[in-house]
């Protein structure tokens, strides 16, 4: 395909990089303008659903990533008040018939990894740190991304892929800072060896307690557990990454069983965030300038979707740009309305299951074990067919059609 002009995309996270290299199977050539000096991830683990190895299919990297995927048999549900099971959800050979896919945990570190090496094989990809995009311009035909150091990129269309603090949504939407939800999670990764072995369960494991709740997994072929746990502490200020200490971790577990507490005090260089998220906006477009990922849609982690969500976007983002090449403006309106709706339900219904599912008390809580203990296998993945099946990735636009309705 001709291009004059490159698409460029700000950020290189795990939605940057996604968009990048959709468009660069579509042909496209793509410019990723990353703010850091250098490309990299986070040091902890990420669930993956069914959708996201569709997506990574799309991608052209499914064989890669399956590779560094550790499959879990079940997501487990426990009382961290009783340390009792209170349900189970099947991963094992219905769910993959159910779905197409499995579920996995990986290392973020590794699958951006992936990405990466992916996105540096593509000759159509061009990879740049140290370029902070702080707004762009536009005239019509092409947009121009403003960069921090007085320098300007030229482009055919912009995705801002900048992550939760996005520069380019506050051009598109103006919508302020992201709202913090009180909700505070500590995230420590440590050595299989280190888990107590009653808990090294070949599944994602969640205690919920009330106003708080613990998630672990083995992560990297099983050398490692990562470990999140979240309180509910109405912490007023956003903050990521901040190292802390274990007793400033344990602070808000002290009600819970001493097995669920045991968890924490096996874990080592914890990390502190104050989560944000924002409420669904239907304004993801300025005319050539797209939102992608959380610069679109931050949501809180409940459903362990975000990063799912902005591979997704990049699929369907290549897809759209792919069926009108002529009229970039009309393919990033298609664009989104294919992901307004899907990611609006992600968003809100990750706060609903935060304060439904895993922090309710007393009475609340035992409503929510009785239920949940009730239901079938088969009326599990009913209940998530929305999320992992009907992910709307094989809905392609034809070209010729969509060229011709352009
Ligand atoms: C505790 C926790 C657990 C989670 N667990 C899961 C999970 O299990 N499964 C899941 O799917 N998701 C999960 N998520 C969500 C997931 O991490 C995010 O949704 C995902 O990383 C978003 O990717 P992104 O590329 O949109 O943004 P980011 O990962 O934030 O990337 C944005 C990139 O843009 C760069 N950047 C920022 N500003 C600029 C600028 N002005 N110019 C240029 N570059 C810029 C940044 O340096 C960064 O590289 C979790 C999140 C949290 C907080």
Not at 209 to 214: E, T
Not at 344 to 350: C, M, P, T
Request: glycine share 10%; aromatic share 6%; with cysteine.
């Amino acid at each position: 395909m001709a291009q004059d002009r490159p698409i460029l995309v700000a950020g290189g996270g795990i939605g940057g990089l996604a968009a990048a290299l959709g468009l660069a199977r579509a042909g496209f050539t793509v410019t990723v303008l990353e703010r850091a000096p250098a490309l990299a991830e986070i040091g902890a683990g990420i669930q993956l659903g069914p959708n996201a190895f569709q997506a990574f299919d799309h991608l052209g990297i499914g064989d890669e990533a399956r590779a560094l995927a550790v499959y879990v048999d079940r997501l487990r549900l426990m009382d961290a008040l009783t340390a009792e099971d209170i349900a189970s959800i099947d991963l094992t050979e219905p769910f993959r018939r159910r779905f197409g896919n499995p579920y996995a945990v990986v290392h973020r570190g590794d699958l951006h990894g992936v990405m990466l090496r992916a996105c540096q094989a593509e000759p159509r990809v061009t990879l740049r740190t140290s370029s902070m995009v702080t707004g762009y311009e536009q005239d019509g035909a092409s947009v121009t991304a403003l960069l921090q150091s007085g320098e300007s990129v030229r482009g055919a269309v912009l995705i801002g892929a900048d992550g939760l603090w996005s520069r380019i949504r506050q051009r598109v939407v103006g919508d302020g800072p992201p709202r913090v939800t009180g909700h505070t999670t500590y995230r420590s990764v440590i050595p299989t060896e280190q888990m107590p072995e009653d808990l090294r369960w070949n599944a994602a494991t969640l205690w919920a307690g009330p106003k708080c709740h613990i998630v672990h997994y083995p992560l990297s072929g099983w050398k490692q557990f990562n470990l999140v746990v979240t309180y509910h502490n109405d912490a007023p200020e956003p903050v990521a990454g901040q190292p802390v200490g274990e007793e400033e971790v344990m602070a808000g577990f002290h009600h819970v069983h001493p097995r669920a507490q045991s968890i924490i005090r096996h874990g080592r260089d914890w990390k502190l965030w104050v989560l944000c998220d924002r409420d669904p906006v239907e304004r993801w477009v300025d005319g050539r300038v797209a939102l992608l990922g959380d610069a679109a849609h931050p949501t809180l982690q409940y459903l362990a979707q975000g990063a799912c969500m902005a591979m997704e976007d990049g699929v369907v983002l290549a897809q759209e740009m792919a069926a009108r090449p002529e009229a970039p403006e009309a393919a990033l309106e298609a664009y989104r309305r294919r992901r307004l709706l899907r990611t609006a339900r992600v968003q809100l219904q990750s706060r609903q299951v935060g304060e439904h599912i895993y922090h309710p008390a007393g009475a609340h809580a035992a409503l929510r074990n009785s239920i949940m203990a009730a239901k079938s296998r088969e009326a599990w993945y009913d209940a998530i067919n929305w999320l992992y099946g009907e992910t709307g990735l094989d809905d392609a636009p034809s070209p010729r059609a969509a060229l011709a309705g352009a």
